[in-house]
């Protein structure tokens, strides 16, 4: 279940993966939502190391996700 949203230039690609049965992680993966900009890779999370329920996951990769754009951006507008 991967959800996506247009957030300040990127696209966040946000999903919850299963650990076990009932575990879930978060992670989250950013590319620019502009093709002409040029960017190596896409920035991804990897594993956030934190476990749950799989909308708190999303949400949890969402806001993460966010986090880093404005932190990178220079400012925490949102």
């Known amino acids: ?3 996506s949203l247009i957030y300040r230039g990127f696209t966040i690609d946000f999903a919850p993966f299963s ?3 009932l575990t879930f992680g978060a992670q989250w993966t950013l590319t620019p939502s502009d093709p002409h900009t040029v960017v190596d890779i896409p920035i991804s999370s990897g594993d956030l190391q934190v476990r749950g329920a799989p909308d708190e996951m ?3 990769a969402r806001l993460q ?3 880093w ?3 990178n951006r220079g400012d925490s507008r949102r």
């Open 65 to 67: 996700a966010i986090d």
């Open 1 to 3: 279940m991967t959800h």
């Open 69 to 71: 754009i404005d932190r």
């Open 19 to 21: 650990v076990d049965g």
């Open 58 to 60: 999303a949400a949890l």
